[in-house]
């Protein structure tokens, strides 16, 4: 019993509150850093948070650059571009403002600002986590979704086109130093973006729950993560402006993250070339493969579904787990319909004949690597079958 040994850490200090953008300048203080580099996406540009953002730092009397150029699903350009204004202008850190995607570009530039080579150089391998060689210059994060929970990940992913893959960077020193979590940031945000977004939260946090690695800390962050987005994703799809559910899906967000440090599992192998190949966003993506992982995952993982059904219901019940896992599958379908997400991958433009080569893609992704049932690419084919 425990004759492994294992590292519980969670070092992002996150900042949590209306106006809490508020806070930026002292952030920047607390790290000794006087030039950041506003990294963020040509939409937001023109958007209340960046501007939330911009009044902060200039309040504070921040002088700063800003790079606007990340891509939605954001590639390795984006980076070489970001990295290029940092050095330019002689920046000492980075704000990543967006979704995961210009965050996620964010993490990338400090070390490609400072490094030489490609960014796949420094691509996570097995055992690999020591490939970027840090402390690298600060990394602030401000979601402006609750999605990713990227503000307190270990990995950046962005796209090679030159690979026609996503490479992924992982190392403790990605983890952005502060995350600052503002619920008005997020109130623009449309109810599609919302849905998928919250999907992808919810999954991060039933795929790390699940996932077979000891980690009692991260199943208690994931259980009531899931309880606040079963409480509050379809309030904060149906009335944007709804402070409280903004401001707990933000949260759950970032719980989801937390908790996947644990690791991931099958639905998000499926989910990632999903978007590489089809540009369908990941937690959309996510919630089209969902329902038939939990399937697959149902006698193995009844427990866990069991209780993601009684935290559904509020409460305890006296069925058995079986009874109760197999209601879960039912539950979450209910919840993917009620946020208006059209089921079925046909219909968003994933012709059928592709699934077989989606299949190759997904099983050399590693995510299912720790899927608490164990999958071949035949599975992953029949998994993409039955979502189709
Ligand atoms: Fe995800």
């Known amino acids: 019993m425990f004759e492994t040994i294992t590292t519980f850490s969670f070092p992002t200090r996150i900042i949590f509150g209306m106006k809490a953008i508020r806070q930026l300048p002292g952030c920047l203080e607390e790290n000794g850093v006087r030039r950041p580099l ?13 501007r939330a953002v911009v009044s902060a730092l200039e309040e504070g009397g921040v002088e700063y650059e800003v790079f606007d150029g990340v891509h939605p699903n954001p590639v390795e350009e984006d980076v070489v571009q970001a990295a290029k204004s940092y050095r330019t202008a002689g920046c000492d850190s980075v704000i990543g403002l967006g979704g995961g995607s210009a965050i996620d570009v964010a993490k990338a530039t400090v070390v490609m600002a400072r490094e030489q080579g490609a960014l796949a150089d420094f691509e996570a391998q097995a055992g690999g986590m020591n490939r970027l060689k840090g402390p690298y210059d600060p990394i602030i994060a ?43 940031l997020t109130v623009s945000l449309p109810p599609s973006l919302t849905a998928a977004t919250g999907m992808d939260a919810f999954t991060h946090c039933l795929e790390s729950l699940t996932c077979p690695v000891y980690h009692p800390i991260c199943d208690a962050i994931a259980i009531h993560g899931l309880e606040l987005i079963i409480r509050y994703l379809e309030r904060a799809t149906r009335d944007g402006g709804d402070i409280e559910a903004r401001g707990n899906m933000l949260v759950a967000a970032s719980m989801g993250a937390i908790a996947f440090q644990k690791d991931l599992g099958a639905t998000h192998s499926l989910a990632h070339p999903l978007s590489t190949e089809f540009g369908l966003h990941h937690g959309l993506a996510n919630a089209l493969c969902l329902p038939a992982v939990m399937r697959f995952n149902l006698d193995a993982a009844a427990p ?72 071949t690419r035949e599975d992953l084919l029949r998994l993409y079958q039955e979502s189709w």
Not at 38 to 49: K, Y
Not at 352 to 368: G, I, K, P, Q, T
């Open 142 to 184: 401000i979601p402006t979704t609750a999605g990713t929970g990227t503000e307190v990940g270990r990995s950046s992913v962005i796209t090679s086109q030159k690979l026609k893959r996503k490479i992924i960077i992982f190392s403790p020193w990605l983890m952005p130093t502060r995350a600052i979590l503002d619920p008005e």
């Open 304 to 375: 866990h579904y069991a209780l993601l059904t009684r935290l559904y219901r509020n409460g305890h019940s006296n069925e058995s787990d079986n009874r109760e896992a197999a209601e879960a599958v039912h539950k979450v379908e209910g919840m993917i319909e009620r946020l208006g997400i059209q089921r079925g991958l046909r219909n968003h433009g994933v012709p059928r004949e592709s699934l077989e080569s989606l299949s190759a893609s997904a099983f050399a992704d590693s995510c299912h690597k720790t899927n608490i049932r164990p999958c």
């Open 38 to 50: 506003l990294v963020t996406d040509p939409g937001l540009r023109a958007a209340p948070p960046f």
